[in-house]
């Protein structure tokens, strides 16, 4: 017996040394069924018209970041999304504007109402990102202003007289622009997704995809999905968060077809067989912007908006949140931010790519 006993604590000691693996969302039990065949009739299938009403008053929030080099569209891209004009007018600089010389991050506001339903829009977009001859570390802004929400709400759901409805500014989406290069990923574009992805959902997007042949496109696409698998980047919808065989079903689909989307944006609108469509005029023809056969916009579209978005807030809220709230509560002693002596966490130092 007493000869087992420093082996005990040896395994102990070296069970200290293992890693946390990052927290999963927990996936809630099936309720065991009972008779369904009620007496009578009861009212649970209102609650989803009880939801409705109150999300038609309140509405909701959706912040969505782009980033990528000047001239990729992004701008346009975005605009295209909501069909409005939510983000500034081109990404790109006329020849009186500076280049910045640092990342500037620029968030603007609207509120969009379709079928009495409200949202409030914030686009925040990053000028300056990867348009300088050394790119060295120039996602660390983009990381900082991340971390800086994820701080702000923290701050707001610590108070004791908190408010009802905290405003949330969190980054629930960022839009990756790629270069339509048809060659590889740069090593600034793996190291942005490398460090980002454990920050923010990230959509990897490949821009102005009418510069390729759809055979080019085909290639291109598959190229930057093994690229991505091959330096262990997760992109949303990560495989670590499908809560069951329906989503994962799902999301295989997407991370395996769909990723990245090659899409082509216009807010210009063009006569085509006699119905008004989104679309790029070319010399040999339209690119129209809603059709499968031209461009992936309409996927992209019905991903981020008509099927993901709550769940783009969820796994915010439920994964990327709480890694921030419990790593700042942890180096703070269990303290509230504000009580310690700590800062907000700062930009993860990275290495610079070769």
């Not at 007496?39 to 309140?58: A, P």
């Not at 959509?203 to 759809?214: E, G, R, S, Y």
């Not at 670590?240 to 065989?245: I, K, N, S």
């Not at 994962?248 to 689909?253: P, V």
Request: charged residues 30%.
């Amino acid at each position: 017996m007493s000869k087992g006993l420093p082996e005990t604590r040896t395994d102990a000691a070296m069970s200290e040394l293992v890693p946390e693996p990052r927290p999963k969302p927990a996936v809630p039990m099936k309720p065991v069924s009972i008779n369904s065949n009620l007496l009578g009739y009861i009212g649970i299938d209102t609650i989803i018209e009880q939801m409705r009403k109150k999300t038609m008053k309140t509405g909701f929030d959706f912040n969505i970041m782009v980033v990528g080099q000047s001239g990729l569209g992004k701008s346009t891209l975005v605009n295209t999304l909501f069909k409005s004009q939510v983000s500034r007018k081109a990404s790109s600089w006329n020849r009186e504007e500076k280049i910045p010389k640092t990342v500037e991050i620029k968030a603007i506001g609207h509120v969009i109402e379709e079928g009495g339903v409200k949202m409030k829009l914030t686009v925040i977009d990053t000028p300056g990102f990867g348009d300088q001859i050394n790119n060295e570390n120039c996602w660390e802004p983009i990381e900082k202003y991340i971390n800086e929400q994820y701080e702000k709400f923290l701050k707001e759901e610590v108070n004791i007289a908190r408010k009802k409805r905290i405003p949330d500014t969190r980054v629930h989406c960022c839009l990756y622009f790629i270069s339509p290069t048809g060659h590889s990923l740069r090593p600034l574009d793996l190291e942005f997704m490398k460090h980002l992805s454990k920050v923010v959902n990230i959509i990897p997007v490949i821009a102005k995809a009418d510069t390729m042949t759809l055979e080019e496109k085909s290639e291109f696409k598959q190229r930057v999905r093994k690229e991505l698998e091959a330096h262990g980047i997760e992109f949303y919808p990560q495989k670590e968060f499908d809560e069951d065989l329906e989503d994962k079903t799902e999301n295989d689909k997407i991370r395996q077809e769909s990723m990245p989307f090659a899409v082509v944006g216009s807010d210009k609108e063009y006569q085509v067989n006699g119905k008004r469509v989104l679309g790029r005029k070319t010399p040999w023809g339209i690119i129209e912007v809603e059709n499968l056969n031209h461009c992936e916009f309409a996927l992209l579209r019905d991903f981020v908006i008509r099927t993901h978005l709550q769940d783009l807030k969820e796994v915010t809220h439920n994964i990327h949140y709480e890694t921030y709230r419990a790593k700042r509560l942890n180096d703070n002693g269990g303290l509230p931010p504000g009580e310690g002596l700590l800062p907000p966490v700062p930009a993860t130092p990275c290495p610079t790519a070769e």
